[in-house]
């Protein structure tokens, strides 16, 4: 590197060139109005579900036999669920089941179940039971012809002593709901551990 | 009658170069150099055969080009200057000086006497980047017959090079099996700034902006920095106009599988009384609705654009000031059966022979959807440094401003009837990004040349909606120097080094308070490479180089569930530096007549390879239990090869045979690397007119693409096994027409002409759908020109 390019003395006094620096100098002194010091709390923050509750009361005494909770309160991913109780009914008896969907992730919870009810020609639940001996019935309709099940509100049946699950879908789906569980997409999917005693 | 026969042109071009041609050995070591090329026919891209090429200062170094356009000349001292003064018997003789500072590449362009033009197009390669990587690149008439698609899809025709694929809308590049996050995009010398961590994230640039795009394979950090590890993608616009007059180009194209509209124009002007202004404006609009598999439609699969760009120059031989501003504006249509609800509606979704929504044509873009706008703002200056003729330097600055807005909407609008009205984006991301480079290429200093740089950026993420990455800030600066030595007339030698410093502090709510972690990353990178001419028809590029990249913020960050990938994604604070080493060596054969083959032999070892790892347990949610994946680092292993071979086995009929291999292992686990491409191979065969009369500058051809089944692929990392095997027949054909003085271009292609069922494991659409059916495009090209000084016929 013996002979070294000298610089042209006066490069740095080429107009435009000048002009590109002194940009830079202004950008990199000049706070930024991009740029946000700490982010901004979340503004619309989808909904989410965090928790369901199955509340069944006995159909002969209109007493509340039980109330049975998933929740996991941070959400999809992060932690798992908090408490995820095992469905415990007697044998042989008529439960009318009330279902309560709730975003906890903000105060107060907000009830997600009454969106679900005000959409209720497009959302229908689905219940499967395995092992354990129960029926179940519709106790709620919407308002499309002919009226369909929502879910809100079922009827279950027990039979005898078993043990198994129960597995709670809700499916959401606009404009093709059609009483089956087919079309659509999963919005709520939640197999309980179910014993009948 | 403009392309020319053997034996008329040597007829007609040659009686001075036969006798002086012969070579002669300088014996000074700085006259060793040499200067190789193609010239090519200005107007129909095609390369010139038998052109000479007349060294005015040294008569003796004359040469003249091969039947394919090829010359080379040798001996050329370095720091001087010669004049080229190339003449065909077509074409108007020009000339055009070259500055030797080491082993150079230059393309020559000779516009036809009938076309009254007056200016001389020349363009060089640029210079940018190493000199020892192999490069693929797309210009001229093929960049012209790959117009309107998008730029993964255009690359992904180069051996080495796929695309990752969020069905037929959204598609990104994949260089020897890496993407997003490493590989590179430099946007006009920019890296492009946006959300490129998404793998159905597509790079906002609009490729009708380009004159070339070339890619160059291998890691190569030294010059870029970071994220550099398999490769870079450069997008180069043209340069200005530099003779008076005013000229440009309409495009036009058509595409039938989803009725899309490409218009594009160009125009662009030079004073005649301030020669050193130029200034150009070009805009795109691009409308494309539902496609079609060969079986059924793909609702909501349509997407829009529209971009445009201006540029304005002040060009003196040693200086120059350029200003470039372009915006990218998309809606990109995300195919509503892809948005699922858990797995099970994945399985149902991969399990009907139809998807659930039927739909039929329809350019409507509903929900899910993405809204994306990239903005960039350039600044360009340069003053040659130095005295004296041939030991010029350039001292070069460049700032940057970069603005990325992401939208993305979901499906389904909020329940609540009050957040459905504001119909707000489920996510939103904003980033800013501010980057400055400072380089100087120091003239020739005896047997060396090269560039030290030092670049600088400045970054700003906010997001609004659903969490996926938090907010950060991050600042980076590199330094960096590269010097080439040549050996001798067949051997150079390059070497580099760069440091970087990068500090990424991230803003995040967490337990109702906010978090401001800091993550700081140094490194230091090199490279090591020669170029070899063996023989005259043959040359050897070898290079070994390093890269790394920190890892990115959802790789750090994530926590939640993948929107619409059916996976919980968790992130690492811990993870560290990802680097990688590559050696890839390219030899490339020729001889000098009908046969040219290429092969380009890579390996690259990771230190810290970032990848998801399927974990054992599924995450429970109230939608279901989903797959978990969790963030971690192993060793990996990357080998591959890329070959090319072309045979001209008559005047008009050239075959070409192109293929790629891929083996990626991790090393860590002893298990395959996941999302790879599949090996594959495509034949292809090619007539071209003789270029008699009408018949000027008509090709056809057609090409069998064969891509095989990747049953190279993890254990349990994936929802379904990788798709079968492939072929798909493609094909093209193109005119020249002349109405009077003006030239029209015209190109008819078709891909997947037998309409052929599959799906390809790089698509993530692939659990959805099948891959699109046939897709006829038509290409129309109007070029024109006004030009003070050609008034006459």
């Known amino acids: 590197m013996k002979n070294k390019t000298t610089f042209n003395k006066s490069f740095f006094l080429k107009p435009g060139f000048a002009i590109v620096l002194g940009m830079l100098a202004i950008s990199g002194c000049k706070k930024d109005d991009d740029i946000v010091e700490t982010p901004p709390p979340v503004q619309n923050e989808g909904e989410v579900i965090t928790t369901m509750r199955l509340i069944a009361t006995d159909s002969a005494t209109n007493t509340v036999a039980g109330t049975f909770t998933f929740r996991d309160p941070d959400g999809s991913g992060g932690s798992g669920p908090d408490i995820f109780d095992t469905i415990r009914l007697a044998a042989n008896k008529t439960y009318n089941v009330q279902l309560v969907l709730l975003n906890e992730t903000v105060t107060p919870a907000d009830s997600i179940s009454n969106e679900v009810l005000a959409e209720a020609n497009d959302h229908m639940f689905f219940f499967h039971y395995s092992g354990a001996a129960i029926t179940q019935s519709y106790l709620d309709q919407d308002t499309n012809t002919p009226p369909l099940g929502i879910g809100l509100q079922t009827k279950w049946k027990t039979g005898a002593a078993s043990a198994g699950t129960s597995q709670v879908i809700l499916k959401h789906q606009p404009g093709v709901k059609d009483g089956t569980e087919t079309p659509g997409e999963t919005d709520i999917d939640i197999t309980f551990q179910t014993v009948i005693q | ?793």
């Open chain 2, 1 to 793: 009658m403009f392309v020319l026969r053997k034996a008329i042109a040597a007829c007609a071009c040659l009686f001075v170069f036969t006798a002086v041609s012969a070579q002669r050995t300088d014996s000074t070591a700085a006259c060793r150099y040499t200067c190789s090329g193609t010239v090519y026919d200005l107007d129909s891209k095609a390369p010139l055969p038998l052109a000479t090429l007349l060294v005015k200062e040294a008569p003796e170094k004359s040469v003249y080009a091969d039947e394919h356009g090829h010359y080379q000349l040798s001996g050329l001292c370095a720091g001087k200057t010669y004049t080229l003064v190339l003449r065909h018997l077509y074409c108007e003789s020009f000339s055009d000086s070259i500055t030797i500072t080491g082993t150079l590449q230059r393309d020559f362009y000779l516009p036809h006497f009938d076309h009254q033009i007056s200016e001389v197009v020349v363009h060089a390669h640029s210079s940018e980047g190493l000199a020892t990587q192999a490069r693929q690149e797309i210009s001229g008439s093929e960049l012209q017959q790959k117009s309107g698609q998008s730029l993964g899809e255009m690359l992904s025709s180069k051996s080495g090079v796929t695309m990752l694929q969020t069905g037929s809308s959204v598609s990104k590049p994949v260089i020897h099996g890496m993407h997003s996050n490493r590989i590179l995009i430099l946007n006009n010398g920019i890296r492009q700034e946006g959300q490129q961590w998404g793998s159905e994230h597509a790079p906002e640039i609009d490729p009708f902006i380009a004159e070339r795009i070339t890619v160059v394979k291998g890691a190569n950090a030294v010059r870029y920095g970071s994220d550099a590890i398999a490769g870079v993608v450069l997008v180069e616009a043209p340069d200005l106009r530099d003779s008076a007059g005013i000229g440009g180009a309409v495009q036009l194209a058509g595409f039938s599988n989803n009725r899309e509209g490409n218009v594009s124009a160009v125009i662009g002007q030079n004073f005649r009384k301030l020669p050193a202004l130029s200034w150009r404006a070009q805009g795109t609009l691009k409308q494309g609705g539902n496609y079609r598999t060969p079986n059924y439609w793909l609702n909501n699969s349509g997407r829009r654009e529209n971009n445009f760009s201006l540029t304005a120059g002040y060009n003196k031989e040693n200086f120059s000031l350029e200003t470039f501003y372009s915006q990218f504006n998309t809606s990109v249509g995300i195919f509503s059966g892809s948005h699922i609800g858990n797995l099970t509606d994945l399985y149902n979704a991969f399990n009907s022979a139809q998807p659930a929504e039927q739909a039929g044509f329809s350019y409507t873009i509903g929900r899910p959807n993405q809204e994306i706008t990239h903005e960039l703002l350039k600044v360009k200056s340069f003053v040659r440094t130095g005295k004296g003729e041939y030991r010029k330097g350039k001292l070069q600055l460049v700032y940057a401003r970069q603005y990325n807005m992401r939208l993305e909407y979901d499906k389904h609008k909020p329940l609540n009837d009050s957040l459905a009205a504001l119909n707000l984006p489920e996510l939103k991301y904003e980033i800013t990004t501010h980057t400055t480079d400072l380089t100087w290429d120091h003239g020739a200093v005896g047997r060396f040349s090269g560039s030290v740089g030092m670049s600088g950026m400045f970054q700003q993420n906010t997001y609004e909606g659903r969490y996926f990455i938090p907010n950060y800030r991050n600042k980076t600066a590199g330094l960096f120097w590269i010097e080439r030595m040549r050996i001798d007339t067949a051997l150079t030698l390059e070497a580099g080094v760069r440091g970087d410093y990068k500090h990424l502090q991230v803003f995040k709510w967490e337990n109702n308070v906010v978090i401001s972690p800091v993550h700081q990353f140094s490194n230091i990178s090199g490279t090591l490479g020669l170029v070899w001419q063996v023989r005259d028809h043959m040359h050897v590029l070898v290079n070994a180089g390093s890269a790394w990249r920190a890892p990115g913020v959802n790789e750090l960050y994530s926590d939640g569930l993948h929107h619409g990938a059916a996976a919980i994604e968790t992130g690492d604070r811990t993870l560290t530096t990802e680097k990688a080493y590559s050696l890839i060596t390219t030899v490339n054969w020729h001889n000098h007549k009908n046969l040219e083959t290429e092969i380009s032999a890579y390996y690259m070892l990771f230190d810290g390879f970032i990848y998801a790892q399927p974990e054992a347990e599924p995450a429970l949610t109230i939608r279901g239990a989903f797959p978990a994946f969790q963030y971690v680092q192993t060793d990996a292993t990357l080998k591959g090869v890329d070959a090319n071979a072309s045979w001209r086995f008559t005047k008009q009929f050239t075959c070409n045979v192109k293929a790629s291999l891929l083996r990626a292992r991790n090393t860590g686990t002893n298990d395959w690397l996941q999302l790879m491409p599949a090996d594959r191979i495509e034949p292809g065969l090619r007539w071209k007119s003789d270029g008699k009369n009408h018949f000027r500058n008509w090709y056809a051809g057609t090409s069998v693409q064969f891509v095989n089944k990747q049953w190279r692929v993890p254990y349990n990392s994936d929802f379904v096994p990788p798709p079968a095997a492939y072929t798909l027949v493609n094909a093209e054909a193109g005119c020249s027409l002349f109405f009077g003085k003006q030239e029209i271009e015209i190109g008819i292609s078709a891909t997947n002409l037998l309409n052929a069922l599959y799906r390809d494991y790089m698509d993530r659409f692939r659990y959805y759908t099948d891959a699109t059916g046939r897709n006829i495009g038509l290409r129309i090209k109007v070029p024109f020109n006004v030009s003070p000084n050609s008034k006459q016929n």
